[in-house]
């Protein structure tokens, strides 16, 4: 029996109008911030003779795909969101169309040689030297995880791993303690640095830390550092860590998977001083460089160190060998089949041009200013901590003490429920604590003072809902500070 085709003569026109609707959706963006369709979709059943490709279409278009949350809404402020250019999905559709083998250089050598100016451009932003590399990788979590792996195989030697101390903080992400566990570092080897009051890593807690651990015969090898935490946006004193890690030879991790967007804002790039002191830089470009899923950096200070951590070159592989001046990005982290992840990032930035994009990352910043400022003239809001690297805690206070946790979930909740925007919750102090991170270039002021005014409505309305808890009206902003 002859294999059936790929596509089916019958499907081609259902194929070639798909791209209208992409090319429309991509244009028009995210109609909300939150699902347009709650619940599970219908019994999504395989059938051995396969099924129209319109019909297929449809129920994806109209079934699956609305219901799942949209990161790219301008008003989605919960999470880290994801606010995608449309040149970032057509460039996305280009890499899966054209689908190179983006793991070896003689296969890709055009999506290689774009990969490795695109490295090279961030470096440079970065102010690492010209020993630096790198690689795209799925995200932050990925990146995090090369790192670790890096750090491990050029710090420790073969009989260390069992003495490597790791350092981090209670704001790093936890995809860290993921890399961690994964590269066999177990909890109990796991220091969680004090935070200073405007939640950053304490460097003389971090420098005791490290004493201990010499004098107790372990071996420290690495510190994470964060710039632009996912709880705060808090940036670690980089150059105070870098000065405790040098002369103990630690390998300096910063996880940059937010605040990395900075170095691109003239005005920002400031908050990253010390970076280029850093062995390695995680920085994602599907959170604040407006791309698609699947899309961060992961860069060192020096390329050799992930060369000694992942190259193998099995002998199957010969043809596939690098030649001079060639990276086969496969020698550098995990994966060997590996989609052309930077070209998106090319197109949209080759496109754009780095100052839009520069300005576009400024955006972010000014909008959360906008939110603290409406905040400031709402009474009875607090404000935990204040806008940095586009993100922004606080918390209604204008009730009971202990109706406030449930009063702050049940405004956020009904903001969801309101389509109008989404916000995330995080808990400071064991305190819930309502969350806006806000990147979209076209969110406006409008957007951020409507936001916090339905906000105020809802705590509002659940605090008088609540039997024990009836607003105090102060007047006053922020007068129900603890
Ligand atoms: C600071 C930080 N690091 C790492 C990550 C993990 O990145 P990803 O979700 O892209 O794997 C996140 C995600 O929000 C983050 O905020």
Redesign the pocket.
């Known amino acids: 029996m002859t294999p059936p085709p790929l596509l089916r003569e019958a499907d081609r026109a259902a194929f070639e109008a798909a791209f209208a609707v992409l090319a429309e959706a991509a244009l028009a963006g995210a109609p909300s911030p939150t699902p347009l369709i709650p619940g599970r979709p219908g019994p999504l059943v395989l059938t051995q003779e396969g099924a129209a490709l319109e019909d297929v279409l449809a129920e994806m278009i109209g079934e699956v795909l609305p219901r799942a949350a949209r990161g790219d809404h301008p008003r989605a402020f919960g ?2 969101p994801s606010p995608a250019s449309p040149l970032s999905r057509l460039g996305d559709l280009l890499a899966s169309t054209f689908n190179p083998h983006a793991g070896a250089w003689p296969q890709a050598e055009g999506p290689l040689a774009v990969e490795r100016a695109m490295i090279r451009f961030m470096a440079d932003a970065g102010g690492f030297p010209e020993s630096a590399g790198g690689l795209f990788l ?7 995880l090369t790192a670790v792996v890096a750090a491990r195989e050029a710090r420790l030697g073969p009989d260390d791993t069992a003495r490597g101390v790791a350092y981090l903080s209670e704001e790093t ?1 936890v ?2 303690l993921k890399a961690l566990r994964i590269a066999g570092i177990p909890d109990a080897r796991i220091r969680r640095v004090a935070l200073s009051d405007n939640m950053a890593m304490e460097p003389t807690a971090l420098a005791a830390a490290v004493e201990t651990d010499l004098a107790a015969g372990l071996k420290p090898f690495i510190v994470i550092a ?1 710039a ?3 709880r705060s946006g808090a940036v670690d004193p980089l150059p105070a860590i870098a000065d405790i890690c040098e002369p103990h030879g630690l390998w300096l991790h910063v ?1 940059g ?2 605040g990395g967007s900075a170095l691109l804002s003239p005005a920002h790039r400031h908050l990253l001083a010390g970076v280029e002191r850093a062995d390695s830089l ?1 920085w ?1 470009a ?2 604040w460089l407006f791309q698609t899923y699947g899309c ?1 950096a992961l860069l060192v200070r020096d390329q050799e160190t992930l060369r000694r951590a992942f190259a193998v070159g099995p002998a199957y592989l010969e043809d596939a060998a690098a030649g001079e001046g060639e990276v086969n990005a496969w020698d550098l982290g995990p994966e060997m089949t590996r989609p052309a992840r930077a070209l998106k990032l090319w197109l949209t930035l080759r496109v754009m041009g780095t100052q839009a994009v520069g300005s576009a990352v400024a955006h972010g910043f000014q909008l959360v200013e906008w939110a603290e400022a409406a905040l400031g003239e709402t009474p009875g809001w607090k404000v935990v901590s204040p806008a940095r690297m586009a993100t922004l805690l606080f918390r209604f206070e204008d009730c009971e003490e202990d109706e406030r946790d449930a009063v702050n979930a049940a405004a956020a909740r009904r903001l969801l429920d309101d389509g109008y925007a989404s916000v995330g919750t995080a808990r400071v102090d064991g305190r819930l604590t309502l969350r806006i991170c806000a990147l979209h270039p076209e969110a406006t002021e409008d957007d951020m003072r409507e936001t916090v005014r339905r906000l105020d409505r809802f705590a509002r309305e659940a605090a008088e809902a609540r039997p024990s808890s009836r607003p105090q009206r102060s007047g006053e902003p922020g007068s129900c500070a603890e």
């Open positions: 999470f880290t799925a995200g932050g979590s990925a990146a995090n992400h995809s860290a964060t632009g935490s996912t996880d998977a937010l995680g994602d599907h959170k961060a």
